[in-house]
């Protein structure tokens, strides 16, 4: 009988051992979490576009709608010290909204957005 507690009382240290270990795996991205400001400035140029920023722990999502009846093409500018500056472009169709995402490289504390929207050209 006392053969049998014994397992018992291992098998149980290491159910509470693997579920502390759990608990601290759980915990970890917690303390990653990053928090930032956000900052944009749009230049949309009279057109109606929103944008709306979606700022997550490492990652910053940048929605664009356009609420117009032309197509545009979006500018936008990532500056978020010290990293460095990053730049790309959406395209939107009438009545659609695209994303766009700016990943952290380097830990940030703020990040300005330039957003420079004008008619498309392009078919």
Partial sequence: MNRKTRVHGR??????????????????????????????????????????????????VVKLTNNGTTKVRCDLRYDASPQPIGRAYVYLEPGKTEENSFRAKRKWFNVAVEVLCKPSDKK
């Fill in 11 to 60: 098998s149980s240290c290491r159910v509470a051992l693997a579920g502390a270990a759990l608990a601290c795996l759980a915990a970890t991205p917690a303390a990653w979490a990053q928090t930032y400001e956000v900052e944009v400035t749009p230049t949309l140029n009279d057109l109606p576009i929103k944008i709306e920023t979606v700022p997550m722990s490492g990652v910053l």
